[in-house]
């Protein structure tokens, strides 16, 4: 979440960050924020001065008894009883007061940097890279028109799938429920060769790999901006009050929850392979197609924690990583800067990156590559040491897929498809064992 020295210091700033994210009421609950803030400091102040005069008057007493003065020294007794009483209720006031800010600030998203365009929807971000053509920086979502082009009529995934036994979307309906598939066969060693290719590129780039739970509690959710934000598209454990993951940034950043780190151990690199779980609520149509959109599905997430001096670098190197993985996969890509609508509530700035689809005639992101400054790291109390002055301040925390497993395959199948059979990218036969899906 923000923090307050911000909101209180950059109050205007703060406020037409939000706007620029779409935020509504934006300036009533940074105000509302602001009023709440000042009655607990006011609260605080009062309190403090109410537990000096307590100790002053309490040193009083013993010396009054012992001259003798007994009158005196009961009269302090009741003023200083009195004054205790007051504290207790000024202590009351201060919880009340500090649990309604935390409330206030969980609802407010996190504010982007300067850099993130303007704009209210996916058409409004900017595409400023691809392997499709030169981007000049005005490019939209909404104005691309380079997408790659086939003479050849493209069969979709999900026949491809059907017709070479790769995976069975109707059994996993039957054992589970839709959006729960079941790979097969070659299909299956697909999935794990993708997941052994990005694990070792990860480890290659410096990357310490991880095996979290794929099940998590209440605080750790809360940690990472899951929750509240997003409670209703997790799966709840509701007997043990637990949330299925719906990416492993949520266990592998709670590593870091309530530790003080030292500078020398930053930058931290972590990657983690998990399946992940997404009820994806009022999704429909073509876009939960085949491999679209899952409720279950298998992820490579990369995790950083880092000072904020060095958190911009940290981001570009996830981006130059991605990217490669794309290249090596021999897929058309292109990336977007999202723009302040489209953002997630919790991030600074985002990136995402998407492939094309020639079945389908439509771009799929494939990853999310955020920077989100201190806002979970401030919610995680994630902090470091200062190896100069021993000053200790809130880390930043960054993330990304790379990548996630279900549009690639979809890529993979519909875009190097050939009458002998489906093609796999160079890269990959080595972890296949095949060159060739017929």
């Not at 901006?225 to 043990?240: A, I, N, R, S, T």
């Not at 429909?284 to 958190?311: M, Q, T």
Request: aromatic content about 8%.
């Amino acid at each position: 979440m923000l923090t307050l020295k911000l909101i209180n210091e950059e109050t205007e700033h703060v406020i037409s960050g939000l706007e620029k994210k779409q935020f509504k009421g934006a300036r009533e609950a940074i105000e509302e924020v602001l009023a709440v803030d000042k009655k607990r400091r006011e609260t605080q102040q009062q309190l403090d001065k109410n537990l000096s005069e307590q100790k002053q008057q309490a040193g009083q007493i013993g010396k009054l008894m012992k001259e003798g003065k007994r009158e005196e020294a009961e009269a302090i007794k009741k003023e200083v009883a009195a004054m205790k009483e007051s504290s207790k209720q000024l202590e009351q006031q201060m919880g009340e007061a500090q649990e309604t800010l935390v409330k206030l600030l969980c609802q407010i998203p996190n504010i982007p940097y300067d850099e993130v365009p303007e704009g209210k929807t996916a058409e409004d971000n900017h595409v400023v890279k691809s392997n499709q053509k030169e981007c000049d920086g005005t490019d939209t979502v909404g104005t691309w028109t380079a997408n790659p082009k086939n003479d050849e009529a493209k069969v979709p995934h999900w026949e491809l799938a059907k017709k070479y036994n790769l995976i069975d979307f109707d059994l996993g309906v039957k054992i589970t429920g839709a959006g729960f598939p079941v790979y097969i066969g070659k299909g299956a060693r697909l999935q794990r060769a993708l997941i052994n290719f990005f694990l070792d590129e990860a480890r290659k780039s410096g990357y310490t790999e991880v095996m979290p739970p794929t099940v998590v509690n209440a605080a750790s959710g809360y940690g990472t901006g899951q929750l509240p934000d997003k409670e209703g598209q997790m799966y709840h454990c509701e007997v043990d009050d637990f949330y299925l993951i719906p990416t492993a940034e949520v266990p592998v950043t709670n590593i870091y929850r309530d530790v003080i780190l030292d500078e020398s151990q930053l930058p931290i690199k972590n990657c983690a392979y998990t399946e992940c779980f997404r009820r994806e609520a009022g999704s429909y149509g073509k876009d939960v197609r085949g491999l679209n959109r899952l409720h279950e599905f298998s992820k490579i997430e990369l995790v950083r924690i880092d000072k904020p001096e060095h958190s911009k670098q940290s981001h570009k190197e996830m981006l130059d990583h991605v990217e490669g993985l794309l290249k090596k996969l021999e897929l058309p890509y292109r990336i977007l800067l999202l723009c302040g609508g489209d953002q997630s509530f919790t991030s600074s700035i985002c990136y995402d990156f998407e492939v094309y689809s020639e079945a389908q005639g439509r771009w799929l992101e494939v990853s999310s590559v955020s920077n989100f400054d201190t806002y979970q790291a401030n919610r995680l109390k994630c902090r470091y040491r200062r190896a100069d002055n021993k000053k200790i301040e809130l880390c930043h925390t960054l993330n990304g897929s790379a990548l996630a497993l279900p549009r690639i395959v979809a890529a993979i199948l519909e875009n190097n498809q050939t009458e002998k059979g489906i093609v796999i990218p160079k890269a990959l036969v080595p972890y296949t064992g095949f060159d060739i899906i017929d």
